[in-house]
């Protein structure tokens, strides 16, 4: 789903969920029921369009979106020499010049309003770069930069700007990014890099998927949560588990604690990366909250 915009005609809030493909929208008929075509309304919208975009804005009464949800994004890892320009522009037609298409095109009217609410599904590579991820993670942090920006300058609007920033979910999204290096032979790269990206980082970002990875519901129901706030907060991360990660750059502002130790946990301290990630598995596991927790 690429986007929920949230409008309220006659005070019934109507909620317009769009897609690219309108093939797709089979679960989501069947999950909304009675209130298809009532509150929930699914529309196109390919975010990369200028022409879906305002065609899409335009089937709304008065162009009206009370609340915009940005959640389109695609993912991309590899040797950076391996991906053509193209490819990785493609990353930043979506996961950033999107949200700037949907943001400009809706502010005008929230502004006339004096309220409004843009909640951008960011991503924790938005503050911490992760190895392999260079594009993407440079779309997310472009992304947040753009939106620490409107917030500032939004807030004299009653207009208010939250990033959701997620650790990873378990979705189509990894299995999205596995089927495209899977076919590729990584031209232009050096085989040492290969080697690094196929047998270091490959089986370390499905461990960090299994160990840490979240339940997309989770992450919905965190965006709810903000979205319900009188004064909705700009940051949150929704993954408790990944947060010391992004706090080590916090810690030291020349940023060699993160490099470092991110460094060291891939290359050097592979055996006590693996370990923690097995302890986190234990810890966070539902048999052994049922074990510990009172009902
Ligand atoms: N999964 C994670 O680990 C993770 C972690 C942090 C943040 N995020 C962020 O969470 C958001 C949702 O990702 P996800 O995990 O749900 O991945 P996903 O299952 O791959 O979903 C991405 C959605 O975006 C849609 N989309 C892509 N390009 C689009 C475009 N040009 N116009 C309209 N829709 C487009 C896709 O539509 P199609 O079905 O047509 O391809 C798909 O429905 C993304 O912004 C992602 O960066 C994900």
């Not at 189509?172 to 495209?180: I, P, Q, R």
């Not at 490959?202 to 997309?216: D, M, N, T, W, Y």
């Not at 080590?248 to 604690?257: F, I, P, W």
């Amino acid at each position: 789903m690429s986007m929920l915009w949230l409008s309220f005609y006659c005070l019934v809030p109507t909620v317009i969920a769009t897609m690219r493909d309108l093939g797709k929208s089979g679960r989501l008929e069947a999950e909304a029921g009675v209130l298809l075509n009532k509150t929930l309304v699914i529309r196109q919208l390919d975010v990369t369009s200028e022409h879906s975009v305002k065609k899409c804005l335009d089937s709304l009464p008065d162009q009206k979106v009370d609340i915009l949800v940005n959640n389109a994004g695609m993912g991309q890892i590899g040797p950076l020499e391996s991906i053509s320009m193209e490819d990785m522009r493609k990353v930043f037609e979506t996961n950033f010049f999107g949200v700037v298409h949907l943001v400009k095109e809706v502010l005008p009217g929230m502004k006339k309003r004096g309220s409004g609410h843009i909640v951008v599904i960011s991503s924790v590579m938005g503050l911490q770069g992760v190895v392999f991820n260079d594009i993407y993670a440079a779309s997310k942090f472009a992304i947040e930069g753009f939106c620490e920006c409107l917030a500032v300058q939004l807030l004299k609007f009653n207009i208010f700007v939250s990033l959701i920033e997620p650790g990873p979910v378990n979705t189509e999204f990894e299995m999205k990014l596995m089927g495209e290096v899977s076919r590729s032979d990584f031209p232009g790269t050096d085989a040492e890099t290969i080697r690094y990206f196929k047998e270091i980082y490959l089986p370390s970002a499905h461990e960090i998927f299994a160990s840490l990875g979240q339940k997309p519901d989770a992450v919905a129901k965190a965006t709810v949560n903000v979205i319900g706030m009188n004064q909705p907060v700009f940051r949150h991360q929704t993954n408790a588990l990944y947060t010391p990660l992004t706090a080590l750059k916090y810690a030291d502002n020349t940023g060699n604690l993160s490099v470092r130790t991110f460094y060291n946990l891939l290359f050097n301290y592979g055996t006590l990366f693996h370990m923690s990630l097995g302890f986190l598995r234990c810890i966070t596991c539902n048999c052994f909250r049922r074990r510990v927790m009172p009902v």
